[in-house]
Nanobody
Framework: QVQLVESGGGWVQPGASLRLSCAASGISLNDYRIGWFRQAPGKEREGVACISSRVGNTYYADSVKGRFTISKDNAETTVYLQVNSLKPEDTAVYYC??????????????????WGQGTQVTVSS
């Protein structure tokens, strides 16, 4: 059974940082690309970052480039999203998702078969 479990969200003030985690079980991160997505109330879901399966190439949306960093742990079981210099417009539920892909590139487009339950990030003073 495939499970993706996010954690690490919370309420923070503007300018603060968080590290979001996505613990994966039932799949190998050597075969699946992992994407981080977010959805704010009344807005469409946005793909903010992803990491490819084998070589770990990354993609970032323009809205988060330079502030967010996606990475995998050495055991290849957890994907992290380090989010720095948070802004109120970063407030959203953040989801991780897995899509089978052996490509060296990564994109939030395409099919993601497995999704986590999400973790809330609220940025407010």
């Amino acid at each position: 059974q495939v499970q993706l479990v996010e954690s690490g969200g919370g309420w923070v003030q503007p300018g603060a940082s968080l590290r979001l985690s996505c613990a994966a079980s039932g799949i190998s991160l050597n075969d699946y690309r992992i994407g981080w997505f977010r959805q704010a109330p009344g807005k469409e879901r946005e793909g903010v970052a992803c990491i490819s399966s084998r070589v770990g190439n990354t993609y970032y949306a323009d809205s988060v480039k330079g502030r967010f960093t996606i990475s995998k742990d050495n055991a290849e079981t957890t994907v992290y999203l380090q989010v720095n210099s948070l802004k109120p417009e970063d407030t959203a539920v953040y989801y991780c998702a897995a899509g089978f892909s052996l490509l060296t590139t990564c994109s939030p487009q395409g099919t993601y078969s497995y999704w986590g339950q999400g973790t809330q990030v609220t940025v407010s003073s």
